[in-house]
């Protein structure tokens, strides 16, 4: 199949375990067992909150601090990324487009669907509670509605004690 005919399959990731492990799962079900022939072009997306937005604060010092907290939301970005690389390597899979995306992860990752016209969106879920979702709105629910394409909710299975 050449390059050209293949559908884009978008994987946001952040850095929590929902979200790695959603990427490994899409691997192995859409990568690995078609070797380098899948059906689909990757693209491995992270959204970087903006440093504003993480620190949620205004008024005096917010400008000193600012620079401080976008270089550690850089740092984090660069290791989700990193680590989504080791992932990919590891299951041999590496034609791979790796993108970081500043802003709110709603709209980052609907952004990259229409910028690449992707066919699938893969998120993990947070299995957050009904409380701490109403309060956090979940990513997955606003992706599903909003984004232009197909959303796939990857979740990790619970473990029986």
């Not at 984090?76 to 590496?94: F, L």
């Not at 998120?123 to 509605?145: E, Q, T």
Request: contains cysteine.
């Amino acid at each position: 199949m050449a390059a050209a005919e293949k559908q884009v399959m978008v994987v946001g990731v952040d850095d929590s375990e929902h979200s790695l492990y959603a990427l490994g799962w899409t691997l192995d079900h859409f990568f690995v067992p078609f070797a380098s022939n899948s059906p689909f072009n990757l693209v491995v997306v992270h959204a970087k909150p903006t440093a504003a937005s993480a620190v949620g604060l205004a008024g005096p010092g917010a400008a000193e601090v600012l620079p401080f907290v976008d270089a550690d939301l850089k740092r984090i970005a660069a290791r989700v990324i990193e680590k989504t690389k080791e992932i990919c390597m590891s299951k041999s899979v590496d034609d791979v487009i790796y993108e970081v995306g500043e802003g709110d992860a709603r709209n980052v990752l609907c952004e990259t669907v229409e910028k690449h016209h992707a066919s699938i969106l893969v998120v993990g879920s947070h299995g957050y509670g009904a409380i701490k979702r109403a309060v956090l709105g979940s990513v997955s629910d606003y992706c599903s509605h909003h984004a232009h394409c197909s959303v796939m909710i990857v979740k990790k299975p619970k473990i029986k004690h």
